[in-house]
């Protein structure tokens, strides 16, 4: 498996991170080496194993499902790049 | 009064208690030995007033008599711990300016039993790194040198400030997090204890995520029972954490008796990799031979999974991690991009990240996307989590054999020297070769000094220990720490 440009820069949108047209042939090369050091896993017999979920054998508490928390605008706020009339701000989203 | 820093939390609490010495007095010889160890570059965001605060309040609390163990002790905390308006950007970017609404479950728990912060440590960027070198602010750097050589070493990582800073005396304890390593590895590589719990011990409620599934908070401190100690302090059910473990925290410093007689101790042999250094196979040698003599039975076990546990690693943790870091995309809190005229929401978010990410951080964010995307989410991500429970079951097989802990070198090499290894990723992630079996297999692990090299660089050895069982763990590395007797420690040059 050979990861090529494209594939690269795919990855990239996906992930929501702008790379440079010219930056993606290193970056590519990257994903195969680290790739290339994943692939040794195809040498185990996975066949029958279950792929794990939990690591301690834990069964998730359950409670009421009610409000516990809230009113706090200010706080939820405060750190926002940038916050207005009560909401976090962004570029038009909607034409 | 400089000696002061160089108490450790038990000696610091029993003169506290015995009126020998007051916190402030305490905090205040900690601040300015922080204050003479810029070149360190250990803390990297300073809180003195709230420090010499909680001191004060601490100092009334013990006149009061009412004074848990940790009550009055100055620590650092690592970066990645969320601290009610003191800066929290996990030593990235993309966090500049966030001052959290909220502290972390643990850092909070070792507030309400007394304990002072001095101020925030480095780290690599969101924890990924094992070197210190990705962190936003520099890297930290190793208080040991080789020799009479002035090379900067590397502290490890990631959580390198509170290596550099324990092992430095700039503080009496730290917290660390450990994903693949990151507490053991820099304790490791300073001379200095530390310990990650088993999964679900500590609440990780407030630690900025990096991969929940196997990021685990711990302490990292002078010696064995100061890490019981403050363990004590750090662990607990929190209702926030929906992984955190309800089970009752045994009194760990009490279980520590030296008496490991009629343990039994596993030495694996897929620990022995090639190209390990001489010095950390006498090291490992020397260690089985102080636990036997200590009257502990050895013997020898195989975990045939651990050769793929490194590969597992770096599907999971990165696939973990490119879902966690979605949520930094300028909208709600940290850095967002300055924009061009006509840039959508998609452009913010692309440059944004494209910003705020370091080199490493966003490799690994995308090797997590191309894991977890569509055609490669069974042959990758499937398949590790798979392998993963193999990882598990081998330990659980031996554990079943009446392995009691395994012994293992906690490092394949002494601290190396900053820039080495830098530019090559898979390099880079073989530090954490003896560490990451036991995040994914999500049980505690302890590093202890055991010795020097050939340069009078620190090395220690790891003990893995059976699932909820750290007092026992705990116990069987005070054996070992007492064995072999290391009280090394660097000349100052800072």
């Known amino acids: ?95 | 009064m400089s000696d002061l820093t160089k108490m450790k939390i038990a000696e610091a609490r029993d003169a506290l208690r015995a009126g020998d010495v007051t916190s402030v007095a305490l905090t205040e010889a900690c601040l300015s030995a922080i204050e003479g160890a810029g070149a360190l570059n250990a803390f990297v965001h300073h809180t003195p007033e709230i420090a010499l605060d909680q001191a004060r309040a601490a100092d009334a609390r013990i006149k009061a008599g009412d004074a848990p163990a940790m009550c009055g002790i100055p620590l650092g905390i690592k970066d990645l711990f969320c601290t009610k308006g003191v800066p929290s950007q996990a030593a990235s970017n993309i966090l500049k300016g966030f001052k959290p609404e909220y502290e972390s479950t643990v850092s909070q728990q070792l507030f309400d039993a007394g304990a002072v912060m001095l101020g925030k440590l480095n780290m690599d960027e969101f924890a990924m790194g094992s070197s210190n070198e990705t962190s936003c602010y520099g890297n930290a750097v190793n208080p040991w040198r080789a020799g009479n050589d002035d090379t900067a070493l590397t502290p490890g990582g990631s959580s390198g400030g509170s290596a550099a800073a324990v092992a430095a005396d700039l503080c009496l304890g730290a917290t660390g997090t450990d994903t693949g390593g990151s507490i053991r590895q820099p304790a490791a590589f300073v001379g200095i204890t530390g310990i990650k719990p088993t999964y679900g011990r500590c609440s990780r409620w407030g630690i900025v995520a990096f991969a929940s599934s196997l990021d685990q908070a711990g302490p990292m401190t002078k010696d064995v029972r100061d890490a019981a100690i403050m363990l004590q302090a750090m662990c607990g059910h929190d209702p926030k954490d929906s992984t955190s473990a309800d089970l009752a925290v045994p009194d760990f410093e009490g279980m520590l008796t030296g008496d490991i007689r009629g343990k039994t101790i596993g030495i694996p042999r897929e620990y022995h990799m090639d190209g390990m250094p001489d010095e950390i196979e006498a090291l490992w040698g020397s260690g089985r031979q102080m636990l036997q003599d200590a009257g502990a039975r050895i013997v020898d076990i195989s975990l045939p999974h651990t050769k793929y546990a490194l590969p597992a690693y770096y599907v999971i943790a990165p696939a973990e991690a490119s879902s966690n870091l979605a949520r930094y995309d300028g909208v709600r809190y940290g850095h967002r991009a300055k924009l061009a005229q006509g840039d959508g929401i998609t452009e913010m978010y692309e440059k944004t990240r494209a910003e705020g990410f370091g080199a490493e951080v966003k490799r690994r964010v995308m090797v997590g996307t191309y894991v977890l995307s569509a055609g490669f989410y069974d042959a990758y991500y499937n398949r590790a989590r798979k392998v993963r429970t193999l990882i598990k079951k081998d330990f659980e097989d031996v554990f079943a054999q009446g392995v009691d802990a395994i012994l293992t070198p906690a490092t394949p090499s002494a601290a190396f020297p900053l820039g080495q290894e830098v530019s090559d990723p898979v390099q880079m992630y073989l530090n954490d070769v003896f560490t990451v079996t036991v995040n994914l297999a999500g049980l505690p692990g302890i590093a202890v000094p055991a010795g020097v090299d050939g340069h009078g660089l620190p090395l220690g050895l790891q003990l893995i220990g059976r699932p909820w069982e750290e007092g026992d763990l705990l116990n069987t590395a005070y054996a070992l720490e007492q064995a072999a007797g290391f009280v090394a420690k660097p000349a100052k040059w800072w």
């Open chain 1, 1 to 95: 498996m050979s990861i090529d440009t494209e594939t690269a820069a795919k990855v990239a949108k996906l992930a929501r991170i702008k790379v440079e047209p010219e930056a993606l042939p290193a970056l590519a090369q990257e994903f195969n080496t680290i790739l290339g050091f994943i692939e040794q896993l195809n040498e185990v017999d996975v066949e029958g194993v279950e792929p794990m979920t939990s690591v301690t054998p834990m069964r998730l508490k359950r409670r009421k499902d009610g409000v516990t928390d809230g009113d706090m605008q200010d706080k939820i706020l405060s750190n926002a790049p940038d916050a207005r009339e009560g909401f976090f701000a962004v570029p038009k989203v909607v034409e």
